[in-house]
């Protein structure tokens, strides 16, 4: 039986952990504070094998290792993610969700992570280098509730299940992209009320000749 003051190594005696998870060979504890840190303990003895102060976090919500046990992934409250390289500290910043980030986790094989969040998206993003690679999911709640509660990869990593507070649960397959770039763009000018002009995010009305292909 051991006992580890995490509050006492960062500094931050006030801070709550947030969330545990134990590596896939039992052998490390990765805890997540609060107060923008992190730790992986030894769980034999509770000794901190490696720690992490992420100045852009403000509260981590979830706390996931690799299935290798040397990265992390953290869902925060200031509406990022982050990817942790245990070994040698290096992390990679996930932004693109709009609000609280409430979930994150790696697909089995590490190739992926998914986060969920509160503006009803969840997101891929590739766990080597922290590119945002898909949307694949809106639930149909609008802001201030908070929608999304869970979001997990299947097994095989081949699908990826999202729960929201509508009382539903989705299915969504991944697959490699197939469509050209002019029938993605189609596509968007067909559904999105949105126009991205230089970096400036703008309303536009939907494209109802792009929709049929005109």
């Known amino acids: 039986v051991w006992a580890t ?27 997540a504070a609060a107060a923008q840190s992190a730790f992986v303990l030894n769980v034999a003895d509770g000794q901190v094998r490696s720690s992490l102060l992420e100045p852009s976090a403000s509260r981590f919500n979830s706390a996931r290792f690799d299935r290798s046990g040397e990265r992390a992934v953290m869902s925060d409250a200031n509406g990022i993610a982050l990817i942790w390289k245990i070994g040698d500290g290096h992390t990679w910043v996930l932004r693109g969700h709009a609000g609280e980030v409430r979930t994150a986790d790696f697909s089995g094989d590490g190739l992926f992570v998914l986060t969920s969040g509160v503006d009803a998206t969840a997101r891929i993003w590739d766990a080597a280098t922290g590119e945002m690679l898909d949307i694949i999911a809106e639930h149909g709640r609008p802001m201030p509730d908070p929608p999304f509660h869970a979001a997990a990869f299947s097994p095989d990593g081949h699908f990826v299940l999202t729960g929201s507070i509508d009382g539903v649960i989705r299915e969504w397959e991944l697959r490699e992209e197939s469509r050209n770039s002019a029938q993605i763009d189609a596509i968007l000018r067909c559904r999105a009320p949105w126009r991205l002009e230089g970096e400036v995010l703008s309303p536009a009305t939907p494209d109802d000749a792009a929709c049929s292909g005109g």
């Open 5 to 31: 003051s995490l509050g006492a190594i960062s500094g931050k005696p006030g801070a709550n952990i947030a969330s545990f998870d134990f590596s896939s060979d039992g052998r490390w504890l990765l805890a």
